[in-house]
């Protein structure tokens, strides 16, 4: 499995961002998808996530209701659209990939995530 970030960049306060990242290799259905973010001298954190059938998301609250995650099964890409950035949502984000949850659950502990992406960074200037 291999997960490759993009659509990062430096934007201001209330902008917009897509996010995408790109799957490699088998089985794109039975992994669930989650994007975390990691800013300077912080642990890297939860953010949103849908399972592996797209029937279902979540998002942590501080993302809840300004971003949205979605799967493309025939593209295998997973997206993150973010509206009306905040200069705290600047961190690198990641996209991680979860095998075996079959169900309308999210996994959102890190520990779930067996494949990573290498990350894209969002900058948010106020």
């Known amino acids: 499995v291999q997960l490759v970030e993009s659509g990062g960049g430096s934007v201001q306060a209330g902008d917009s961002l897509r996010l995408s990242c790109a799957y490699s290799?088998?089985?794109?259905?039975?992994?669930?998808f989650s994007w975390f973010r990691q800013a300077p001298g912080k642990e890297r954190e939860f953010v949103a996530g849908v399972n592996y059938d797209g029937t279902s998301t979540d998002y942590s609250d501080s993302v809840k209701g300004r971003f949205t995650t979605s799967r493309d099964s025939a593209g295998h890409t997973v997206s993150l659209q973010m509206n009306n950035l905040k200069p705290e949502d600047t961190a690198r984000y990641y996209c991680?990939?979860?095998?075996?949850?079959?169900?309308?659950?999210?996994?959102?502990?890190?520990?779930?995530?067996?494949?990573w992406g290498q990350g894209t960074q969002v900058t948010v200037s106020s």
């Open positions: 991680a990939a979860a095998l075996g949850y079959f169900s309308d659950y999210v996994p959102t502990e890190r520990g779930a995530f067996g494949s």
């Open positions: 290799g088998r089985a794109f259905g039975s992994y669930s």
